[in-house]
């Protein structure tokens, strides 16, 4: 089992930066994938960005220019740089994995989510 842990959320003001942090921990023999997704209220979630372990990058088109994501693999942690955020972000954010080898079997993980709130 992994555990995620995230941190940063909060509120701030349109044109604000925010910065998500999230770690893993737990048994782990490889996270491969790590990323954020959110969820707005009414809304389904969807992926905000996420880092292969190699380093290729995907992006919401929403966001892309002004959120940066970026993983430290020795350490297990993912965070999201979010910056001239903007009231459409407002959202509970979810830090995500994937962890396992092909032969043991992959698993997909989630974080208790971390509200952001973009509001003047």
């Known amino acids: 089992q992994v555990q995620l842990v995230e941190s940063g959320g909060g509120l701030v003001q349109p044109g604000g930066s925010l910065r998500l942090s999230c770690a893993a921990s737990?048994?782990?023999?490889?996270?491969?994938?790590m990323g954020w997704y959110r969820q707005a209220p009414g809304k389904q979630r969807e992926l905000v960005a996420r880092l292969t372990r190699g380093g290729i990058t995907n992006y919401a088109d929403s966001v892309q220019g002004r959120f940066t994501i970026s993983r430290d693999n020795a350490k297990n942690t993912v965070s999201l740089q979010m910056n001239t955020l903007k009231p459409e972000d407002t959202a509970v954010y979810y830090c995500?994995?994937?962890?396992?080898?092909?032969?043991?079997?992959?698993?997909?993980?989630w974080g208790q989510g971390t509200q952001v709130t973009v509001s003047s």
């Open positions: 737990g048994i782990i023999l490889s996270i491969n994938t």
């Open positions: 995500y994995c994937n962890e396992g080898t092909p032969l043991r079997g992959m698993y997909d993980f």
